[in-house]
């Protein structure tokens, strides 16, 4: 009985944290509206969104208004705040943030339907991943065409955009794990392990089937399938790799994960290698023009690259320090999800690990689908 109130209190503890920053940050806005909503969250969260809905170089506000540019010199100009489209520093440890306040209220949830201590929701979960990076490619597609020819045309694209998109698939795989449950609990299938995954799948094969009929009908979105073909046979290769070192030099490191470190150190190799693919070599694939990083931490270890001579960076490219940062990452991960961990909050430490692949296998994939698609 003490355990169900601890647990009771610890709800409470968590919804008025949440409730106290909702009101700090919407009071914030309403009081000081110039100050904490256009300067800080419309500069570093809600601006970048706008601007990339738009297919603008950038957003600016002045005077009560919001402009989008659509040339770099004028973004230059503009007086901040100015949005950009992709992440920031400030957004990006904010959307970390977020995301373990939601995971936290995602267990208290687990609990009540007592799932989500078992390792085979993690596998259930994995077409989920892949799902936003091909909803992000759809959006993609559609960049810079008339707002009558999208799927989905501006606000409502805004839903399948980094970083929303994160808190679209949320609400997506939570609706599909409430409703799998729900047939489980009514004896329509033996697990709700299996119409979660089957959801998933069904979903992410209607999206990809929806890129390939662009591919085939129109001439803004082509079909490279090289890119994915090598993404995933060199992320396949980076995996067994490591994994072979973890094995043979370092097994306790896995002694946690087990099998869900595979998927994790793949998860970061698809990432990690799609950047090498469409930053270094798009073009020497097929595509008219590599790709161009997005994420200022990709941006930065770039430059790392860019310092060895050109004759190295002829041959390796400038993009491979991303690839050693992702898999040394997956593989610290792997280490820190030890035995004691899954024995004290399982659910935590799946939920943690689900979260952790979506943030590797949604850039990545959507970076491959993207080059995939020539968009």
Known sequence: MATA???????????GAVAALAVALVGGALVFPERVYYGFVWHYFWGPVLADAQSAVCAAYADGSITYLYDAAACSAAAEPVAYPGYTLVSEVGYAFTMLLALIGVVFLLRRLDVGGERSMFYALFPFMFLGGALRVVEDAFDGLDPS?????????TLIISPVIYFTMFGVALAGLVSS?????????ATYGTPLMGIGAALLAATLGY???LAATTEYVQFYPQISAVVLVGATLVTWLAWTAVERFAPEINAGTRRMGIVVLWAHSVDGVANVVGIDW???LGLPADLVPKHPVNAALIR??????????????TAWPFLVVKVVAAVFVIWVFDEQIFEESPRYAILLLVAIVAVGLGPGSRDMLRATFGV
Do not use: T, Y
């Open 5 to 15: 109130f601890e647990e009771v209190d610890n709800e409470r503890l968590w919804g």
């Open 149 to 157: 020819e999208a799927l989905v045309s501006f606000p409502w694209n």
């Open 181 to 189: 449950v729900w047939l489980a609990d009514r004896d329509a299938v």
């Open 211 to 213: 890129l390939g009929v």
């Open 282 to 284: 798009a073009k020497e």
């Open 304 to 317: 790392v690259g860019e310092q060895f001579p050109e004759s190295v960076q002829h041959v390796i490219g």
